[in-house]
């Protein structure tokens, strides 16, 4: 399997079933194809305008955006038309997700954390804190601020241990959507 192949699956396992997941695509078999897709092009966009950390012999995957000039986006113009294309009308849950998360991202330079995935198999054994807080000493040395949205209060709890506090207010997703927490971590 290839480096890109392990990191996609360990994006799947991680995220395929999570309940910011189920409100963007319900039809799991849909969902799984959609995110396989999502996550095979969110990688080389990340590598390009981030850094993609991956440890753990593949079992935990960081996605890291530059965001020295405000939100970035996981997708460029190209991806964004593929993945309307593969989420059809669902489109609309991810762009209202986007709007939301643009609205509460800060404008002061950072280092973005799009996304933690640690595969289901390993959780709760510290390999995630373990793999971000190597991530969080290259920010501290560099003297770059880190920002995330939990997307639930477990994770949320994890990186309040790790530094970082919540700013503004949580933001609610709409039809019943989950509650996610913006997030700021100071360069320790």
Do not use: K
Not at 67 to 86: F, I, M, N, T
């Amino acid at each position: 399997m290839s480096d890109e192949d392990v990191r996609v699956r360990t994006l799947l396992r991680a995220f395929g079933d999570d309940e910011f997941a189920c409100w963007l695509l319900p039809d799991q078999q849909h969902r799984h194809h959609v995110y396989r897709n999502w996550f095979g092009m969110v990688l080389p966009h990340a590598e390009q305008h981030g850094e993609v950390i991956v440890g753990a012999d593949g079992l935990a995957v960081q996605i890291w955006l530059d965001g020295s000039s405000g939100p970035s986006s996981v997708l460029d113009e190209e991806g964004e038309r593929r993945l309307a294309e593969l989420a059809g009308p669902r489109t609309a849950r991810f762009r209202e997700f986007g709007e939301l998360a643009a609205a509460h991202h800060p404008a002061e330079p950072h280092q973005y954390l799009a996304m933690i995935a640690v595969d289901p198999a390993v959780q709760s054994t510290g390999i995630g804190g373990r793999e971000l807080r190597e991530a969080l000493r290259r920010w501290d040395a560099e003297g770059r601020p880190s920002y995330l949205e939990a997307s639930s209060t477990r994770s949320r709890n994890l990186y309040l241990r790790l530094g970082f506090r919540d700013i503004g207010t949580p933001m609610v997703l709409p039809h019943d959507g989950p509650t996610m927490y913006p997030m700021w971590r100071d360069p320790a």
